[in-house]
């Protein structure tokens, strides 16, 4: 069992709809990370945060450290926020990034 | 635009040869890690490298090794390549070790025949 765990795996929004990627994770972590891969593979940090909440434009991340889950709202979605976004975890124990598998998001007009 | 940069972008190379990847880290990040991304899985993690020494490694073989030079640019080597090392290879750097945000480079995509 992996141990960052992402839902959906698929989403599909019309423009303008508000979207939800969630992420549970089961070790003790000192860092969460939220990327973003577009087709071609290049990845783009969004959000790194350890507590509470962030905003930056339409994004919003919050994380809930007794849970364990983290969420990713994108407002007022637009067809370039298409892409996969990837949940990743720095464990207590250091150095590795522990990912989930993705969630792809697909934003028709 | 992260300033990471690694070569090259696309390769292929036949199963038993040794192949080669570079990256090139942001100006004044001392830390380097490097990513395996198989089709449509997360990336898995390789290796890091700080300050030219290594400080952690995941469940890769030791075929699998790496290099980081006094600039803090980076190799990743495989040796005798097999099908299953067909994959997308990340690196990133970072300015902290353990906990400071990470800055990808686009990868080099391996395909091994």
């Known amino acids: 069992k992996n141990e960052v765990e992402q839902s959906p795996q698929n989403l599909t929004a019309q423009e303008g709809e508000f979207i939800t990627i969630n992420c549970s994770y089961s070790?003790?972590?000192?860092?969460l990370h939220w990327l973003q891969q577009h087709p071609g593979g290049g990845i783009v940090s969004l959000f790194m945060?350890?507590?509470g909440k962030k905003k930056h434009g339409r994004l919003i991340a919050t994380i809930n450290i007794q849970e364990k889950h983290s969420s990713l709202h994108i407002t007022a979605s637009h067809p370039r926020d298409s892409a996969v976004y990837i949940c990743?975890?720095?464990?207590?124990?250091?150095?590795?990034?522990?990912f989930g598998k993705g969630t792809s998001l697909l934003v028709t007009p | 635009e992260t300033g990471v940069t690694q070569s090259p972008t696309h390769l292929i190379k036949t199963r038993g040869q040794q192949v080669t990847l570079r990256c090139s880290s942001q100006?004044?990040?001392?830390?380097v890690s490097w990513y395996q991304q198989a089709l449509g899985q997360g990336p898995q993690f390789i290796f890091q490298?700080?300050?030219?020494?290594?400080?952690g490694r995941g469940n890769f073989p030791p075929r699998f090794s790496g290099l980081q030079f006094p600039n803090y640019s980076s190799e990743l080597n495989v040796n005798a390549l097999e099908l299953d090392d067909s994959a997308l290879y990340l690196c990133?750097?970072?300015?902290?070790?353990?906990?400071?945000?990470?800055?990808f480079g686009e990868g080099s995509r391996l395909t091994v025949l």
């Open positions: 990133a750097s970072s300015p902290l070790a353990y906990t400071g945000e990470l800055f």
């Open positions: 070790v003790g972590i000192s860092a």
């Open positions: 945060l350890s507590s």
């Open positions: 990743a975890v720095s464990s207590n124990s250091g150095y590795a990034l522990n």
């Open positions: 100006s004044g990040h001392n830390t």
């Open positions: 490298y700080y300050r030219e020494e290594e400080n």
